[in-house]
Nanobody, 124 residues
């Protein structure tokens, strides 16, 4: 059974940093990918970053490039999202997901397993 458990959300002022972690268990597909998504109230869920676990190749949404970094610790089976220079528009519920690396865009439909989410709030 696949389990994803996020931690590390919270409230910060604009310009601050947060580090999100997601502990994964039970997922062993050979082409698997770990991703981070977010959803703000009244908006669709959007992909932020993904990492191809076997190769550690990464991909980011344009609005977070240079500010967010995704990484994978194979020993701990944990995916981490380091978020720097946070902006009020980064405020959302953040979700960890496991799935497949498909195409050139981060599509929630390619991820079959989801964590419960962790709230990130950035005040101006």
């Amino acid at each position: 059974q696949v389990q994803l458990v996020e931690s590390g959300g919270g409230s910060v002022h604009a310009g601050g940093s947060l580090r999100l972690s997601c502990a994964a268990s039970g997922y062993t597909a050979s082409s698997y990918c770990m991703g981070w998504f977010r959803q703000a109230p009244g908006k669709e869920r959007e992909g932020i970053a993904r990492i191809h676990v076997p190769s550690h190749v990464t991909d980011y949404m344009d609005s977070v490039k240079g500010r967010f970094t995704i990484s994978w610790d194979n020993a701990e089976k944990t995916v981490t999202l380091q978020m720097n220079s946070l902006k009020p528009e980064d405020t959302a519920m953040y979700y960890c997901a496991a799935g497949r690396w498909v195409g050139s865009t981060l599509n929630p439909a390619d991820f079959g397993y989801w964590g419960r989410g962790t709230q990130v709030t950035v005040s101006s």
